[in-house]
């Protein structure tokens, strides 16, 4: 059984960082892709970093600002998010996806607010 456990959101002013973590249990970490999505309300979710072997990809609107990475000895995949915008304010989730299932975290708020 597949699970997911986020952690790292909160409230932050505008220029402040946060950490997200995402642990996943019951896949073979390692071999899997893993992303960062969020949503924003009233908008579509959307891809915002992306990490396959030692290639990872970025949003424009995060490129400099976020970086993703990941612990396979923990099973762990991590979004350090820098220089926060209030635009980046929204519900964070990690992602993978297996044949045509896509597995999803429970979200985390990140809000950047002053």
């Known amino acids: 059984q597949v699970q997911f456990v986020e952690s790292g959101g909160g409230l932050v002013q505008p220029g402040g960082s946060l950490r997200l973590s995402c642990v996943v249990s019951?896949?073979?970490?390692?071999?899997?892709?893993m992303g960062w999505y969020r949503q924003a309300p009233g908008k579509q979710r959307e891809l915002v970093a992306s990490?396959?072997?030692?290639?990872?990809n970025y949003v424009d609107s995060v490129k400099g600002r976020f970086t993703i990475s990941r612990d396979n000895a923990k099973n762990t995949v991590y979004l350090q998010m820098t220089s926060l915008k209030p635009e980046d304010t929204a519900v964070y989730f990690c992602?993978?996806?297996?044949?045509?299932?896509?597995?999803w975290g429970q979200g985390t708020q990140v809000t950047v607010s002053s």
């Open positions: 992602n993978f996806v297996n044949g045509r299932i896509n597995y």
């Open positions: 019951g896949i073979l970490f390692r071999l899997y892709d």
């Open positions: 990490i396959s072997g030692d290639k990872t």
